[in-house]
């Protein structure tokens, strides 16, 4: 097949063509970090010691830059003592590919380092919660307000200016007064998700709803239809296999800002468990705890995805990937 034939605007391709490009895009990332991992040439900035030689400082399995390797080879070579050996590596924060599957599992059964810490699972629970109620909290106030600014003028006018100003405030910056007000637990984390979500979620929604037919409301409206039965029974059904693909995609919105607001108050969480990791130069178990948050969220998007097209069958738009 000639190669402009993949490249037709909005082309339908078959499912096997689907999966295919599905596959390939996390095999060619992947494919990329085993050669630098893997590939000596291609990086490997640094030297691993696999016998120290005579110099004193050294230790098997150290890491060492190449000049300073190169420095006390040379200084070996010229006292005539024995030499250091090493092979190229890359960094301690580039683990290569293997190690960060195999912290798939030693991570989930490693203890905490510290007497009080959590492990990997429960670090995790903890962060499903804040980002459920977040987005529940959020989700409860916005709908409904999207809805109504979305249908009704005069509510866009009063709210939406104020909105619009809101959305462009970075959410960390109400970390410090969401501490003072809702105490160092939970709730400012919840609070820094809301704001983050929210905002955004009643323009979205706001703008879905205008785009359902005016014809509609016009109709319904000379028939005589009171204000509540045009939302329940003209306007949230016409908008809905819509507003569900909008919760799709504000979902993921709350997923990025949980890193920040799991920085405020208390400790815990993946977050706490990610820079525990880190001061102890696990990284393996650091990719492996960002890659995790990452199958998750892609989980829940798919099943929401999957669960959009049995719920709404009719409208294939809404059920594009």
């Not at 016998?51 to 000049?67: N, S």
Request: net charge neutral.
């Amino acid at each position: 097949m000639h190669i402009s034939h993949w490249f037709i605007a909005r082309q339908e391709l078959s499912p096997a063509k689907n999966k295919g490009l599905a596959i390939a895009s996390f095999l060619l990332p992947l494919l990329i970090w085993a050669i630098v991992s893997y590939v000596p040439f291609v990086w490997h900035p640094m030297m691993k010691i696999s016998d120290i030689g005579d110099v004193d400082y050294f230790q098997v399995d150290m890491l060492v830059d190449k000049a300073t390797f190169q420095q006390e080879l040379t200084n070996m070579q010229a006292e005539g003592k024995h030499l250091p050996v090493a092979t190229p590596a890359n960094p301690v924060y580039l683990p290569a590919p293997h190690v960060v599957f195999k912290a798939f599992y030693t991570a989930f059964t490693t203890p905490p380092q510290q007497r009080d810490g959590l492990w990997l699972h429960q670090s995790l629970w903890q962060s499903i919660q804040v980002i459920f109620w977040g987005f529940f909290i959020s989700s409860l106030i916005g709908v409904p307000l999207g809805i109504l600014a979305g249908t009704y003028t005069v509510i866009a006018r009063v709210f939406e200016p104020f909105i619009e100003f809101f959305r462009y405030l970075p959410a960390p910056a109400f970390g410090a007064l969401a501490v003072a007000v809702l105490g160092i637990y939970d709730g400012p984390k919840i609070a820094i998700i809301v704001i983050g979500t929210f905002f955004q979620q009643v323009l979205i929604v706001a703008n879905t709803t205008r785009k359902l037919e005016y014809s509609l409301l016009e109709a319904a409206m000379t028939l005589g239809t009171s204000k509540l039965k045009l939302l329940k029974h003209v306007v949230i059904p016409g908008i809905l296999p819509d507003l569900y693909k909008d919760l799709r995609i504000l979902l993921g919105w709350a997923w990025t800002y949980l890193i920040v607001a799991e920085l405020i108050g208390t400790s815990s969480g993946i977050t706490w468990f990610i820079t525990q990791q880190a001061r102890y130069e696990h990284f393996e178990n650091v990719y492996a705890a960002i890659m995790i948050i990452g199958m998750i969220g892609l989980s829940c998007d798919l099943f929401l995805a999957w669960s959009g097209q049995k719920l709404f069958p009719w409208n294939k738009q809404a059920n594009k990937q």
